[in-house]
């Protein structure tokens, strides 16, 4: 894109057909079947900065601060709620409806063919009956009040006034907002940070390869001493042990059915950071609360910044788009924030079948049978028989099945805790709030202006038994024998929740001094198995390492320490491997022509900084090893890339390793640095800056123009200032908040998805700095939305 044409001047190219389609190649299909549009877009530039609503709930006013996050005041939270509704759907009406028609299986209806897959997927899964038997038995609640306001905000801008770019590009208006599509937006980040295939990848790779690889590629357990609650902890949790047995399934996999299923799972890279300090080791003498979540990064972002003032208290924060509470932030009493625990709250059944029946228990039983029809613009409509069982959907794809059970499929009250959370006065109100928090499985951290801290893991946790003994979630169930079945789950109805772990056996910590989390396992020793996978543990760590260190000195720890730690980029992955790689280097017979690059190793501090060759090297040889060891051998069994294990597995993998077989891991390494260096002397950049770059973080649409710019920035896949420029995912927020004094935020881009605001982007460079704004607390801007009752209109 040339730098000297401004973002008017551009899309006015565009929609004059001044600009070719091969200029934006990842939309090129999408830019033949735009209309010419001949100003209808324009429309999306003509939101006047102040203006007055008619509300039928009363009073409430929307300033705008300096980054463009509404500061929302009402008489009442119906009136605010309603206000925030507004302001959301002014800023983000786009974002809102594309979620909400992925979750459904409505996205082909407005961009044709190439999304069939993902919408089969999610109309086979049925995530929106999950979402309506959840708002059914919210509706009559006070969070189901206020849901309805907010609906109804939404509407004022879906049905009066839908001015995003995006529907004039695609050429489509948005249909209502219901109270429905806000709770499927909470299952939707419920299936991101849960939604999970791994147990039919294992077994697929167990089938191909052997038990015994596939235990060693994908181990249930990593070996490291920073577990979040680490011994010594001051709960019983911590010192517990798990009865549940780990055991291989005994149920072949479809490979085509594995394959097609795990492209709808997590992103690689979700994950998070949070850590809590109590007042015995900060400056002031009162707690902080630090969080990043790491989530997918795009234009715009997942989170939208708010801070509300309903009579009685303040909270401020960020939420999703389509979620009218602040889920994670602060209130006149505390700060809270999450990081994902990655508990195995999903299962998989195989059953015996026959023509629209399927066994279960002794006798046969009818499918749960619906239609459905996929509406596909410019294209063929698809039909799709949706089926259930007694444990939930059951997935099938050219011949093969299975049955799935998750907790998000029945009804929850996830959404009424995250409005608890935001009307909390304390510690005792946060507890009470987490055992209301139903699905995901999170890990909390909060403290409070009392003085108190709290970790506590949330959400539904199985228990499996076969014959009477808990056995792990780990394997494909035989779920005609009912294998494994969660007791007093119903799928699509309402649960009881009696076989799953009680709330006051999962793992948490009252008053820890200081404790961290980074997806890493929960605790040595749980009273109940948890999960079948945790996260590296790079991370948790580094971050135990940093918190140690600073405690036991005479420094004390102050909201400035935590931002550095948010900033920490030393890759621990390369502190173990790069010394072994350059002596490995040093002691071939022919290195002159790559000299350069291993001196650059040599001398390096193990820190992916944006100015560095050596981070540059190490990252593309970092892909090229992994790809030398396992690809050879995946490749013979017709596993791609997506089946190798993760990266702590890759590390410690020794030098007598089957995997080096035929070869010395010396040979493979040295392989894998020709490779990459080649790599970056055919690249157009020679600092680690030039390859990790914002230009990743894409619109959805694919449309160019509405990317971000191209700025370099620090972090990696295995840091704590996290940045995987592959994916690409990473602190989708920062925060910090200390129970003294102001607190601090960025996000990735900016508040509002316009192209033509000033708010588009303007927090971007902060972030890729790693540098904050302010999280407000009172009141202020020039920009101004006034709701007036309607009878006073």
Known sequence: MDSDLTRRALVGAILAGGVGASTFSPVRGYLERFAPLSGSAWDATDQPDSRTIESPYGAAEVRYDEYGVPNVTG?????????????????????????????RGELSAVVGEQT??????????????????????????????LTEAYAAGVNEIMANDPSALEFSLLEYEPDPWTPVDTILMQKQIAWTLTG?????????????????????????????????????????ASQQRSGAKHESSTHSVDPAL????????????????????????????????????????????????????PPGTNVR???????????????????????????????????????GEYRYEGEWREFETDQRTIEVDGGEDRNVTVRKTVHGPVIEREGARVGVAWTGHTAESTPQAIYEFSRSEGVDDIVDATENFDVPTQNLVYADHDGNTLYYVTGKI???????????????????????????FTPFGTSSWEGFVPFEEKPHVTNPDYLGTANQRVVNDPEHYIAEAYSDPYRGIRIYDRLDRRAQSDDPIDPQFMKDLQHDTLDLRAEALVPLLVEVARTADDTTEIRRYVDALDEWDHRM????????????????????????????????????????????????SRWFEGRSRAEVMLDGLDAAIEDIENAEYDTYGGYNTTDAMT?????????????????????????????????????????????????????????????????LELWADTEYKSMSRELRGESTLTFEPEDEQ
């Not at 995530?127 to 189901?144: I, P």
Request: hydrophobic share 35%.
């Open 609 to 656: 900084e944006r100015d560095s060759l050596a981070a540059l090297v190490f990252v593309r040889w970092f892909d090229e090893y992994r790809e030398r060891v396992f690809g050879p051998v995946f490749d013979e069994h017709d596993l791609d890339a997506s089946y190798y294990p993760n990266d702590w597995v890759l590390q410690h993998l020794g030098p007598n």
């Open 462 to 488: 199985p228990i499996r038994t076969i014959d009477g003994e808990e056995v792990s979630g780990d394997r494909i169930f035989d779920g005609s024998a009912g294998e494994g079945e969660w007791e007093g």
């Open 317 to 355: 924060g960020v939420t999703f788009p389509g979620v009218p509470f602040v889920v994670i932030g602060e209130n006149d009493a505390g700060a809270w924030g999450f990081t994902n625990t990655g508990a195995d709250v999903i299962d998989f059944y195989r059953y015996d079948t026959r023509e």
């Open 258 to 309: 594995a394959d097609w299923l795990s492209q709808f799972e997590s992103p690689s890279g979700i994950g998070s950071n949070s850590w809590v300090v109590s007042g015995e080791h900060t400056a002031s003498g009162a707690p902080i609360v630090a969080n990043d979540p790491h989530l997918s990064l795009m234009s715009p972002p997942v989170w939208y910044e708010m801070n509300l003032s």
């Open 196 to 236: 999970s295939f791994r147990t039919l990848r294992t077994a697929l790779v167990a089938d191909r390869l052997g038990e015994e690889i596939a235990e060693e590629l994908y181990p249930s357990r990593l070996d490291h001493d920073s577990p979040i609650i680490r011994d010594g902890g001051t709960d019983q």
């Open 699 to 763: 619109h959805p649409l694919g449309l160019a123009f509405l990317g971000y710019p191209d700025l370099p920035t620090d972090g990696s896949r295995a840091t704590v200032n996290n940045y995987a420029v592959e994916n690409p995912t990473g602190s989708s927020w920062r925060m910090v908040c200390s129970m003294d004094g102001p607190s601090s935020a960025v996000i990735p881009g900016g508040n509002s998805s316009s192209y033509f605001s000033d708010h588009y982007d303007d927090q």
């Open 75 to 103: 008489e009442s939270e119906e009136a605010l709620y309603y206000a925030v509704g507004y302001a959301q759907a002014r800023d983000r009406a786009f974002q809102l409806d594309l979620q909400r028609r992925q979750m």
């Open 116 to 145: 069939l897959d993902s919408d089969e997927f999610r109309t086979k899964m049925d995530f929106a009956s999950a979402a309506q038997v959840t708002w059914d038995s919210l509706a009559d609640s006070r969070t189901g009040a």
